[in-house]
């Protein structure tokens, strides 16, 4: 009983950052973006981080391709007054892609009966399968098994 509980605490954490899915990371990258809002020259934000002209200049190339670290990151964000926050996004809410999940792994599962039973001469309608594949997605999301996300 705990477990569903617990899911659902997770769960509820990602209705806090849905709307960061419309923000999108600015190609030069977040810190020269509020470095130049601040209007602070790339030398004060060296001068403020404690590191080098030249290693602030490739800290905000780094972000720019993908290559900085999150300590990195939060270091740059202090130097500017800001926050950093960072969070993984669904793409869809998480009831969602649960659903998109257990209707692939129902269908597989039912599939699967299915050949042994075309095997047997106990073919079932597509009306019937899609009844008990139904009834499995419920099953899945109600049981939410370990396999769930199993490929």
Request: include cysteine; hydrophobic fraction near 40%; charge should be positive.
């Amino acid at each position: 009983m705990r477990k569903p509980i617990v899911r659902n605490q997770y769960q509820g954490k990602f209705s806090q950052v849905i709307d960061l899915k419309e923000t999108k990371t600015p190609k030069e990258g977040w810190i020269r973006v509020a470095r130049k809002a601040l209007g602070m020259s790339s030398p004060q934000l060296a001068k403020r981080m404690g590191i080098s002209k030249s290693q602030a200049s490739q800290m905000e190339r780094m972000e720019a391709e993908d290559r900085i670290t999150l300590k990195q990151l939060r270091r740059a964000a202090d130097a500017l007054d800001c926050d950093l926050v960072y969070a993984i996004v669904p793409r869809k809410h998480i009831a969602e892609l649960i659903r998109d999940r257990a209707i692939e792994k129902a269908r597989q599962r039912v599939n699967k009966a299915d050949v042994q039973m075309k095997f047997e001469a106990q073919q079932l309608s597509d009306e019937k399968l899609e009844e008990l594949v139904e009834i499995e997605v419920d099953r899945l999301i109600r049981e939410m098994p370990r396999d769930l996300w199993e490929d």
